[in-house]
């Protein structure tokens, strides 16, 4: 691991400060000089390997006592950036309440990691593409901007079908994004100029011609809190991998249900393990809304939601599977009891 200051954040104004300071005009993430630091378990994973050079990590962990708080009020759920996924994950009001949020953190990584990591960290985690993560790769358009993609005539079994670009094909890794991506939640960010809110769909950028810029989120900018309206008793996350415990998705589903005598006045779905950022799948929405639970519809959702994939040579099993976890997380969000 190379040199870098560590500077501990004694409040909001002194970290973002700090972190404006060490990155301005510098968007390339993985080379930007100054990265906070939640629970490590993303950032100090990819220092140790090279592929994240930061001079220097301001350690923002003495904001907790006011950015890990978890409420729910008048039906609007508010999750501080700081808050752990273990906590969150066992929280029995969101167990209730959004059980597609508890799932999604639940199923991710492992026991330990999920006692370390943040939700902050969690949706800002990059990816898992191999050719990004090992140095000794020169073409990764991510981590060396113009330098080509090794994924694209490499091994891509992993990669994603979804939202991609001629120059990246890397799949978004995470899980709990998802469940964001399907409850429309709104992302409360704080920096110099105060406090500011997107949704979260507005959070992530495809990669496009630019894989190096990740999220639209300004230098110095942080995340401080998630704010999700509900509740959606009838939700859940659907997860398949490779093995069953502490694995990426291959393919996932996160599915939240307003079912009325089995009629959906409304559905939602998002996609993990497909797509390069957190994917809604909004034109299978369209055709299950209004409509009574039944299987040819939930085919021809499930077909619509991939209709625009390009999959590569090793990853051509992702649209048939993510089709069948479209299906079955919408039968099991229907005949959940709530
Ligand atoms: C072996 C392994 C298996 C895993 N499996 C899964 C899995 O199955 N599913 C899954 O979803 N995840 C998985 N993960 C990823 C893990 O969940 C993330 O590493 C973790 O959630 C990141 O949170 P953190 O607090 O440790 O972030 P950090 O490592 O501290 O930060 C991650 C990034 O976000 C930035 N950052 C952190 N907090 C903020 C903030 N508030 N505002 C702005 N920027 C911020 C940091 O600078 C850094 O760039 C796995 C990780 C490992 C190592
Ligand atoms: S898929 Fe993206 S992250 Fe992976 S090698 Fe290609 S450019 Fe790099």
């Given at each position: 691991?190379?040199?870098?200051v ?7 104004p ?29 950032l ?19 904001l ?26 066992a ?5 209730q ?6 799932d ?28 990004f ?33 001629e ?8 899980d ?8 429309d939640?709104?992302v ?8 500011r ?6 959070l992530?950028?495809?990669p ?6 990740e ?9 401080s809190?998630?704010?999700?309206p509900?509740?959606?008793?009838r939700?859940?996350?659907l ?33 993990g393990?497909?797509?390069a ?15 009574k ?16 994939a ?16 479209i299906?079955?997380?919408l ?8």
């Amino acid at each position: 691991m190379r040199p870098f200051v560590y500077q501990r954040a004694s409040d909001a104004p002194s970290a973002i400060q700090n972190l404006a300071t060490a990155t301005a005009a510098n968007n390339v993430l993985t080379e930007a000089s100054a990265q906070p630091l939640a629970g490590g378990t993303t950032l100090i994973d990819l220092m140790k390997l090279d592929v994240m050079r930061p001079k220097a990590v301001v350690d923002i962990n003495p904001l907790a006592a006011s950015w890990s708080n978890v409420s729910l009020d008048d039906d609007n759920l508010r999750l501080g950036a700081l808050a752990r996924m273990s906590d969150v994950a066992a929280n029995p009001e969101i167990q209730q309440h959004y059980p597609v949020i508890a799932d999604t953190l639940k199923l991710a990584a492992s026991p330990q990691l999920r006692n370390m990591a943040s939700l902050g960290g969690n949706v800002l985690q990059r990816t898992r593409c191999s050719y990004f993560r090992d140095v000794s790769y020169h073409n990764c358009n991510k981590r060396n901007p113009g330098s080509g993609c090794a994924a694209l005539e490499g091994f891509n079994r992993s990669h994603a079908v979804l939202g991609t670009s001629e120059q990246c094909i890397a799949t978004y890794p995470g899980d709990f994004a998802q469940a964001l991506m399907a409850l429309d939640a709104t992302v409360e960010i704080t920096g110099r100029s105060g406090v500011r809110k997107i949704r979260f769909s507005d959070l992530h950028k495809r990669p496009g011609e630019s894989p190096q810029a990740e999220t639209t989120l300004s230098p110095g900018e942080l995340i401080s809190a998630f704010l999700i309206p509900g509740p959606w008793p009838r939700s859940v996350y659907l997860k398949v991998r490779d093995r069953q415990s502490y694995e990426f998705a291959l393919a996932s589903a996160a599915v939240a249900l307003d079912l009325q005598d089995e009629v959906m006045r409304d559905a939602r779905i998002a996609l993990g393990g497909v797509a390069a950022v957190p994917w809604r799948a909004r034109e299978a929405e369209a055709i299950l809304k209004g409509q009574k639970f039944d299987d040819a519809l939930i085919d021809r959702a499930a077909d619509a939601a991939f209709a625009d994939a390009r999959p590569h040579r090793h990853n051509v099993f992702k649209v048939a599977l993510g089709k069948r976890v479209i299906s079955r997380a919408l039968h099991q969000a229907a005949t959940m009891e709530i």
